[in-house]
């Protein structure tokens, strides 16, 4: 008996991407999908319900990407390796938060913290991009540390969500700070004894001259610098010297052996409410270009995902 | 019965500094001390025999410098707080070693190595400004460690020295270099595990894309940087995330307890032959200003001292 072929509907690059991406640098294709695995093979077809839109997404569309993380963006995939997969051990929260507090932006963020922030109780923390995926997660961890938090965010309502829906202790728009530096000093008058690097650039150059001694700078991303052809670099990185402090790249991929353990964790903190989560959800896979591009001139508030069909 | 009482000449800064100092920024004057010390004190008059000179002084010319190293320039100094001097347990290696391969400088190349570095047996190690009193130090210490070792300096006789002194694998004279990132693809073609970072600047930008998965900056100074109103920024810091790079600064005042342990080792070095130094050494506090500028326009060979006082 010959398997249903389907129509796959997928969104593909259709250029390498220098600069700022636009939707027409993306194309919806429609393909078609036989919903069969080959015969003796532990391949899987997967109805793909959620997609993840992510920054380090910009990295892909660029001609010499460097090795990052695979996703498929399409209404089926064949999934030729299933033991790449994460079991779902808690399916009573919302599926969605798998693409995002219980995904790959939420274990970014513990294991950044944790592993390369290594927070003390009382440290003053510092979150750029605080109302994404990662940073939102990370600033409600760095409370439950017992943290002094800030984050920065680029709309008023963004700083409303930090204070009123995560609990930061303060944070601002950095949109209308005249002075980066003068809107650190004012927020850390003691300095920051952890930066959470989601943007780098202007930002990284003003948060240098405000670290603490023996601070950490946990560089998880730059967004601001993903678009540029032309980097800017920040100018005062000799402050690393004299208050010894440790700045360290990381990547989520080292870390997704610790996923049960992370995931056991958080889910315990969503159910007991310590934890809030902010979705930005769209609709369809026809949306998919809109949603990933407004990622970089940031349209999402909170983790963006995209509804592709329903459970 | 009073005390005698000697001239004391010494070097004073004269004004602070913006961009390059100059010997018209510093003074030669002559006092008039007391060879005494305050009835019933600890304190203890000190004859200077040497005097040593390092780039980290320029930070103290400048008018916000950081709290910083303290040392007198000057032919006798009263030591109020004698405690705080180190021993010399190897009065039999020449006295000179201790303000560079056995003083600050040594330190500060063992400290930065071993505990910033972290090196292994094997790890490709880069060192800018390798023939200078902390560098020369690192890339014999990196050599004994079993590791592959590369330095760069500002003349080809520097360059000559590091190969056939300092038994680097391969050195570089980085004036000579077009491009420097060719010049570090040349050199590793496999990529840098360990910088020992001396100069920042275009030199940092050429190493960044050039480290290897896992790898380690270890911030000791940034010369390059020190006489720039505006100085440099490195505009490729995003490489620290997909590599996982740790960029880390440190101090040397904070391995001060590990003084001994450094000292018997290194003088052990020193008595089999296993490491070599080279000293620039001026003669007279009347040259105190011309050593101490020539740092900055790199025209010192080695460790640069003065002989104040003859042993």
């Known amino acids: 008996m010959a398997a249903a072929e389907v129509s796959n509907k997928g969104v593909i690059l259709k250029q390498f991407v220098t600069g700022c991406p636009t939707e027409d640098d993306l194309e919806l294709v429609t393909g078609v999908v036989r919903l069969a695995v080959p015969p003796g093979s532990a391949s899987v077809m997967v109805k793909n319900l959620y997609v993840s839109c992510d920054p380090y997404m910009r990295n892909r569309m660029s001609e010499h990407n460097e090795a990052s993380y695979m ?21 009573e929260l919302p599926l969605s938060y798998y693409t995002g507090v219980l995904g790959m932006a939420g274990l970014t963020a513990y294991a950044g913290f944790f592993d390369v922030s290594k927070p003390k109780q009382g440290d003053y ?5 605080a109302s994404g995926a990662v940073g939102q997660l990370v600033g409600q961890l760095a409370k439950i540390t017992g943290c002094y938090v800030v984050g920065s965010a680029g709309s008023d309502e963004k700083v409303n969500i930090l204070k009123t829906k995560f609990g930061f202790d303060d944070a601002f728009n950095y ?11 004012r927020c850390f008058p003691r300095g920051i004894d952890i930066y959470f690097e989601n943007v780098g650039g202007a930002m990284l150059a003003a948060v240098l001259p405000n670290m603490r001694m023996n601070g950490r700078i946990t560089v998880c991303g730059m967004i601001s610098q993903y678009n540029l052809e032309q980097p800017n670099g920040a100018p005062n990185l000799f402050c690393l010297v004299a208050k ?11 870390y997704f052996g610790t996923y049960n353990k992370f995931e056991e964790e958080i889910a315990g903190y969503l159910k007991e409410g310590k934890i809030s989560v902010v979705e930005d959800v769209a609709e369809g896979i026809e949306n998919v270009s809109t949603a990933l591009i407004g990622l970089f001139s940031r349209h999402n508030i909170g983790k963006q995902l995209v509804t592709i069909a329903h459970e």
């Open 175 to 185: 949109k209308k700070e005249e002075d980066l530096n003068a809107a650190l000093k």
């Open 125 to 129: 923390v510092f979150i750029s991009s």
């Open 71 to 91: 996703s498929g963006c399409e209404e089926y995939t064949l999934i030729t390796d299933p033991e790449s997969l994460f079991k779902i051990n808690h399916p």
């Open 244 to 254: 010894r402090i440790r700045m360290e790249g990381f990547m989520v991929l080292d």
